[in-house]
């Protein structure tokens, strides 16, 4: 079975930055796609990024100011999240994607103050 743990997550102060990590274990294939979604009280969950080899994929509402990355060596899949904004509040989901199975984290919060 796949695990996904996310860390990282805080309370900052709009305009600050913040690195989560989501730590994988089980059978993790080079070929899934690993990504954030996040979903804020009261709305839809979203994407927030994705990273499957060399391609990335990002909300519109978060580019040019997050980053996904990925270490295969230690199974993780971390987020940089900088410039932060008052709607970037929410629960933020690590998922991994692979032979038609989902698996999802418990989630971080992160809690942007303006």
């Known amino acids: 079975q796949v695990q996904l743990v996310e860390s990282g997550g805080g309370v900052v102060q709009a305009g600050g930055a913040l690195r989560l990590s989501c730590a994988a274990s089980?059978?993790?294939?080079?070929?899934?796609?690993m990504g954030w979604y996040r979903q804020a009280s009261g709305k839809h969950r979203e994407l927030v990024a994705v990273?499957?080899?060399?391609?990335?994929n990002y909300g519109d509402s978060v580019k040019g100011r997050f980053t996904i990355s990925r270490d295969s060596s230690k199974n993780t899949v971390d987020l940089q999240m900088n410039s932060l904004k008052p709607e970037d509040r929410a629960v933020y989901y690590c998922?991994?994607?692979?032979?038609?199975?989902?698996?999802w984290g418990s989630g971080t919060q992160v809690t942007v103050s303006s």
């Open positions: 998922r991994v994607t692979q032979r038609g199975k989902d698996d």
């Open positions: 990273i499957s080899g060399d391609k990335t």
């Open positions: 089980g059978n993790i294939f080079r070929l899934a796609v």
